[in-house]
């Protein structure tokens, strides 16, 4: 094999050159099943021939210009040599001169040809080869590489790249011996004579093996990234870089050295930032790669990150942000290449690595101070944010200490101020822009709820202050200098915006609220002020803010104060705020004040009344209140959101039930008491100020009708064809066309009809005509919905959503039984309610979370009143399917199974107080019902899981329920699939005895007695000669003995069942000839398994073919009959 034939065997056979064209192929798969087949044929026959076939043909195509057929037989070559000791490298540097050579070949084939080369040395790392060679055939392979890899700039990239993967496997003494004696004199320089590739080889082997590669005898220095070197070094990096050398290894290689060096801001600021004076995009993708290897890689020198957001790279940062036209260099742009979407894609990428690397312990707030200042003013921008679509400013600033929140207020305030400039460049400056001025006030009011100073309440009252004078008053620091419009609206938003977050203490609150106040009246005092207020605000808003300071002044000067003296006083002072806001909200908080005014006096008088035992029939002031609050709450701003939570907290304790009952009704669709019921019939459809109206219903027939006219819009949506029997609801709407279409001929009664003999054919025809237009009118309201509909309902479901934050609010604490078992129905109505419609999925996610918060309950503050005949009449309520549809009724599935538990548990506080001789059972009666119907009823429509979870309680009349499943077990009138689901349910019962084990006496003896009827129960089936199974209750029967015993094992709690008995019985029903395989009974019925294969084709089909209308119901046949 010394000398190799350049003549072709004369036979290759077809099978063999047919791998060879799956080498070829674009999925690796099919290349590894190339090289597979060519590998066994070669190992079944080792034929000196073929091999050196194989060989030459492999070789040869790696010379080629097509990179999957590179790829596919340089795979090849590695297992060639991996499995075929007799090749030697000697051979290979034959096929290199014969196969791979270049002369008088074109400048492409002379590329394509060191790069075959650069793979055959490549293919004798991998395969492990290099280091059997002899010493000789080692500086042979080395040299092969380094004299190809000059061939082409690209290909001495790739060459180091592969050499550096196989250094990466040798240890200090093998890279010194193999690889290092014999290149070493290549990179004995000076270091402006490397390129990037020797630099970057040189880097990483300096850095791996350090006593053998002497750095200080290369170069003169003790290491590569010397002060001495970093501008030669950043010049080579930043020169002539064109896009493939964009992500060459070098630059985060350089980025992880330099981040743990102490010349890291010497390299960045007059290394790299001084040569980017213009924008070059290939340039700017380097330096951002670069900068966001270095913050990934920070560990102690963290405080330099502020110098390394450097003047000339970030100026050029967010020009791409900005979108200038002058940010693109590039003449020749790459198909579908979009300059800003790759730069903005990496800068982002640079983004959060900066934000990481500041969320680290190590930085220190002067740090993030320092980077905010860099970010927001120079050279960043102030409106940083927005402008990159980033949320890094809120991130850092999040992370400062009070000292810095205090800092950069100040600077921030200077900007809203305008007595600081904006700096464009060195010795130019400006003024600040109004919209520059009022991010700074948006940012002012996050710092201002800050949670490092959520208790500085001298510095919120500071802030806060100065906020007010620009937004409500139109003055800036010096009140002679005039605010526009337009600045003082956006500023006054950021204003309310401070109290968007929760004040950890109510009297701060207060403190804050009240010092405010008291300052608008100070300024209101001064009369060009009071002048310029009088003129935008009516008259009206200044009556109602001078009830708002004498209430106020009222409540402040009693000796002491109570949780209800300081919720008046919030409100109050939150309401007088928003006289100052836009008119929808003004006209709420007129109204609301005035009633809060009177509710105040209300809640005085009652106290007097109480000390002198004194009743009336005026509601009392905690529900006035409370229809307050929610009228409030119909306003869509988060800042008065909060304010409600907070006070509505401090009133639990006064809440009584019909307070509750308020709240509750609102979430309610059947309820007429709406605080968002608009009138349908209004001609005002212009003014958005009817999503907003107030609780008080002046007009108790619109608010009926309304109520109704929102429960028909969703009438149609609760359509069941399954359910025949159940009568179709006719919508109002419809009723009203058409008794508007028949006028005088209409029934005064829905139950009286119209005489067709006493009409005659001209009456006849105009009435046909007149309900036509009826139903088609109504067809087109129905299927027509306004923006103004779609804009009205979204208004009163995020309404709902906002009222359940107060009852989930109540229900943290330990409610009133009573009160819940009230909101069971109203929760169901609303859930209900919203899964007919998919625009108020987000209020049934809402509803299903307060539902779940309800049923976890299980103390409570008291269960008087709550008997269990309520408790039973409640469950009825809960189980019975009533009007519901089917569909409907099993969507509730999960939502009746957690309200049923919930009353168990109820029930078990409840029996605590029950007299002996008035035992539970009309509970225990329900759910004996509800289970016996559930094994013999085919319409039971409650879930398995509903059963499953009682029995999981720790209720005692359990026990008592599972009679009833063992009686339908061993039933031959139940159907197969419902004695399964028995067995189940036994089994949960037994698992949940590990948790719950029987304590009492009682409790034992009733467990003795249902194993005992289980044993009796299951011998008398097995001579029962018309009790027939199938077998997975046989398999079922099994785990569930075995379930008993492992209980009884665990538990040690003594049973007379012998286990080992029962079994022997399990297995005599399926040996009796009782129990037959579904699939049995399957091969019986041949044209069965004919009717399903089609219906599977049919099923197939109809998915090719998309097809969307339902298949036509068809009866359907008992499948589980008994098999006999």
């Given at each position: 094999?010394?000398?190799?034939?350049?003549?072709?065997?004369?036979?290759?056979?077809?099978?063999?050159?047919?791998?060879?064209?799956?080498?070829?192929?674009?999925?690796?798969?099919?290349?590894?099943?190339?090289?597979?087949?060519?590998?066994?044929?070669?190992?079944?026959?080792?034929?000196?021939?073929?091999?050196?076939?194989?060989?030459?043909?492999?070789?040869?195509?790696?010379?080629?210009?097509?990179?999957?057929?590179?790829?596919?037989?340089?795979?090849?070559?590695?297992?060639?040599?991996?499995?075929?000791?007799?090749?030697?490298?000697?051979?290979l540097f034959e096929l290199i001169k014969k196969e791979l050579h270049a002369n008088g070949s074109s400048k492409s084939e002379v590329g394509?040809?060191?790069?075959?080369?650069i793979l055959v040395c490549s293919a004798i790392f991998r395969s492990g080869r290099m280091l059997k060679c002899t010493e000789e055939e080692q500086k042979q392979i080395l040299t092969t590489l380094m004299k190809a890899s000059n061939k082409k700039s690209y290909l001495n990239t790739a060459a180091y790249i592969l050499l550096i993967d196989f250094i990466n496997g040798l240890d200090e003494e093998q890279?010194?011996?193999?690889?290092?004696?014999?290149?070493?004199?290549?990179?004995?320089?000076?270091?402006?004579?490397?390129?990037?590739?020797?630099?970057?080889?040189?880097?990483?082997?300096?850095?791996?093996?350090?006593?053998?590669?002497?750095?200080?005898?290369?170069?003169?220095?003790?290491?590569?990234?010397h002060e001495d070197n970093l501008q030669i070094i950043c010049e080579k990096l930043l020169a002539g870089i064109d896009f493939s050398s964009i992500h060459h290894p070098i630059y985060k290689e350089i980025g992880r050295q330099i981040a743990k060096s102490s010349h890291l801001v010497q390299f960045w600021v007059t290394g790299i930032d001084s040569q980017l004076t213009k924008h070059n995009r290939n340039r700017e993708l380097v330096c951002i790669s670069l900068l966001t290897t270095i913050l990934q890689n920070l560990d102690d020198n963290v405080e330099v990150i502020p110098e390394l957001l450097s003047t000339n790279?970030?100026?050029?940062?967010?020009?791409?942000?900005?979108?200038?036209?002058?940010?693109?260099?590039?003449?020749?742009?790459?198909?579908?290449?979009?300059?800003?979407?790759?730069?903005?894609?990496?800068?982002?990428?640079?983004?959060?690595?900066?934000?990481?690397?500041?969320?680290?312990?190590?930085?220190?707030?002067?740090?993030?101070?320092?980077?905010?200042?860099?970010?927001?003013?120079?050279?960043?921008?102030?409106?940083?944010?927005?402008?990159?679509?980033?949320?890094?400013?809120?991130?850092?600033?999040?992370?400062?200490?009070?000292?810095?929140?205090?800092?950069?207020?100040?600077?921030?305030?200077?900007?809203?101020?305008?007595?600081?400039?904006?700096t464009i460049k060195e010795d130019v400056e400006r003024n600040w822009y109004n919209n520059e001025r009022v991010k700074a006030a948006e940012l002012?009011?996050?710092?201002?709820?800050?949670?490092?100073?959520?208790?500085?309440?001298?510095?919120?009252?500071?802030?806060?202050?100065?906020?007010?004078?620009?937004?409500?008053?139109?003055?800036?620091?010096?009140?002679?200098?005039?605010?526009?419009?337009?600045?003082?609206?956006?500023?006054?938003?950021c204003f309310y915006r401070c109290?968007?977050?929760?004040?950890?203490?109510?009297?701060?609150?207060?403190?804050?609220l009240s010092s405010l106040c008291n300052f608008i009246s100070t300024i209101l005092e001064k009369e060009q002020v009071r002048a310029k207020i009088e003129k935008q605000f009516t008259s009206e808003n200044m009556e109602c803010w001078q009830m708002v300071t004498s209430i106020c002044e009222k409540i402040e000067d009693a000796d002491s104060k109570s949780k209800v003296d300081n919720v008046f006083l919030i409100l109050l002072y939150q309401l007088g705020l928003f006289l100052f806001s836009e008119p929808a909200h003004v006209k709420v908080a007129r109204s609301s004040i005035k009633e809060l005014k009177s509710c105040y006096e209300h809640y005085r008088k009652a106290n007097k009344q109480k000390k002198q035992d004194i009743s009336n029939d005026e509601p009392e002031w905690i529900e006035?209140?409370?229809?307050?609050?929610?009228?409030?709450?119909?306003?869509?701003?988060?800042?008065?959101?909060?304010?409600?939570?907070?006070?509505?907290?401090?009133?639990?304790?006064?809440?009584?039930?019909?307070?509750?009952?308020?709240?509750?009704?609102v979430i309610d669709p059947e309820s007429e008491a709406n605080p968002l019921t608009v009138d349908s019939e209004s001609d005002d459809d212009d003014k958005d100020e009817s999503d907003d109206n107030n609780s008080d219903n002046d007009d108790e027939n619109t608010s009926k009708k309304n109520g109704e006219s929102e429960d028909s819009d969703n009438s149609d949506s609760d359509v069941d064809d399954n359910d025949d029997d159940e009568d179709m609801k006719i919508p109002d709407q419809l009723r009203m066309a058409v008794q508007k279409a028949l006028g005088s001929a209409a029934p005064e009664t829905d139950t009286e009809s119209i005489d067709a003999d006493a009409i005659n054919e001209e009456e006849g025809k105009k009435l046909d005509d007149a309900l036509a237009e009826a139903f088609k009118q109504f067809q087109q309201g129905k299927n027509k919905k306004s923006k103004k509909d779609r804009k009205d309902k979204?208004?009163?479901?995020?309404?709902?959503?906002?009222?359940?934050d107060l009852i989930d609010i109540y229900l943290e604490k330990d409610p009133a039984m009573d009160v819940c078992l009230a909101m069971i129905a109203p929760l169901t109505r609303c859930l209900e309610f919203c899964m007919q419609d998919n625009q108020l999925i987000e209020l049934e996610n809402r509803v299903r979370k307060t539902i779940k918060n309800l049923c976890k309950i299980r103390k409570f503050s008291s269960t008087q009143d709550v008997t269990v005949d309520i408790l039973s009449d409640c469950l009825k309520s809960i189980i019975d399917k009533g009007g519901r549809s089917h569909f409907m009724f099993q969507a509730l599935g999960d939502v009746v199974t957690f309200f049923a538990t919930f009353i168990i548990h109820c029930s078990l506080k409840v029996t605590v107080n029950t007299p002996k001789k008035k035992k539970p059972t009309m509970l225990l009666d329900i759910f004996k019902d509800a289970l016996q119907n559930y094994f013999r009823n085919r319409n039971c429509l409650l879930p398995i899981i509903f059963f499953h979870n009682i029995l999981q309680t720790e209720w005692d009349n359990t026990y008592d329920l599972v009679t009833i499943i063992l009686e339908n077990i061993f039933n031959k009138d139940v159907r197969h699939f419902r004695r399964n689901e028995g067995i189940e349910l036994l089994s949960g019962f037994y698992r949940a005895l590990n948790r719950n084990k029987p304590c009492t006496e009682t409790l034992l003896t009733k467990l003795n007695n249902i194993e005992s009827e289980f044993e009796k129960q299951l011998s008398t089936i097995v001579t029962l000669e018309e009790f027939k199974v199938k077998t997975n209750f046989v398999t079922l029967l099994k785990k569930l003995i075995n379930t008993m015993k492992g209980f009884h094992e665990s538990s040690q709690i003594k049973t007379n069942l012998n286990f080992q008995t029962l079994l022997n019985l399990v297995t005599q029903i399926k040996t009796t000839g009782k129990c037959e395989n579904v699939n049995n009974q399957a091969n019986k019925n041949p044209q069965n398994n004919q009717k399903s294969g089609k219906k599977k084709k049919n099923k197939r089909k109809q998915s090719q073919n998309r097809l969307t209308e339902p298949p036509t119901k068809k009866v359907k046949n008992d499948v589980n009959g008994t098999v006999k």
């Open positions: 094999m010394n000398e190799i034939s350049n003549t072709k065997p004369l036979e290759v056979k077809s099978s063999l050159l047919d791998a060879f064209e799956l080498l070829k192929a674009n999925k690796d798969d099919v290349k590894l099943n190339g090289g597979v087949r060519i590998i066994s044929r070669l190992m079944n026959d080792e034929g000196e021939k073929e091999i050196q076939y194989v060989l030459r043909r492999v070789v040869r195509s790696l010379g080629a210009n097509v990179p999957d057929m590179r790829t596919g037989h340089f795979a090849m070559l590695v297992a060639l040599l991996n499995n075929f000791e007799q090749i030697s490298v000697t051979q394509d040809v060191a790069l075959g080369q890279f010194s011996l193999v690889v290092w004696s014999n290149i070493k004199e290549d990179f004995k320089k000076d270091l402006k004579e490397y390129n990037l590739d020797s630099l970057y080889f040189l880097l990483v082997v300096s850095t791996k093996f350090p006593k053998k590669v002497k750095v200080k005898k290369l170069l003169s220095v003790p290491e590569i990234l790279f970030f100026k050029l940062f967010m020009d791409w942000f900005k979108g200038l036209q002058t940010a693109s260099k590039i003449r020749n742009k790459r198909d579908n290449e979009d300059d800003n979407k790759i730069m903005i894609k990496n800068e982002k990428e640079l983004l959060n690595a900066l934000a990481k690397s500041l969320k680290s312990d190590k930085v220190t707030s002067k740090v993030r101070i320092e980077t905010l200042k860099k970010l927001l003013f120079n050279p960043g921008e102030i409106n940083f944010s927005e402008v990159t679509g980033t949320s890094i400013i809120k991130s850092i600033a999040a992370d400062l200490d009070s000292d810095g929140v205090k800092k950069i207020a100040k600077l921030l305030k200077n900007v809203l101020m305008n007595t600081s400039k904006k002012l009011s996050f710092l201002v709820s800050h949670d490092a100073i959520k208790d500085d309440t001298e510095f919120k009252i500071t802030n806060m202050k100065l906020l007010m004078c620009f937004g409500f008053f139109k003055i800036g620091g010096d009140e002679t200098v005039a605010v526009s419009g337009e600045l003082a609206g956006s500023i006054k938003s109290f968007s977050s929760r004040f950890s203490n109510v009297d701060n609150l207060v403190t804050v006035v209140l409370v229809e307050v609050l929610l009228s409030i709450l119909s306003i869509e701003s988060s800042v008065l959101r909060s304010v409600v939570q907070c006070v509505f907290r401090l009133l639990w304790e006064y809440l009584t039930p019909s307070s509750i009952g308020q709240i509750v009704s979204k208004a009163l479901s995020d309404f709902r959503v906002r009222v359940l």
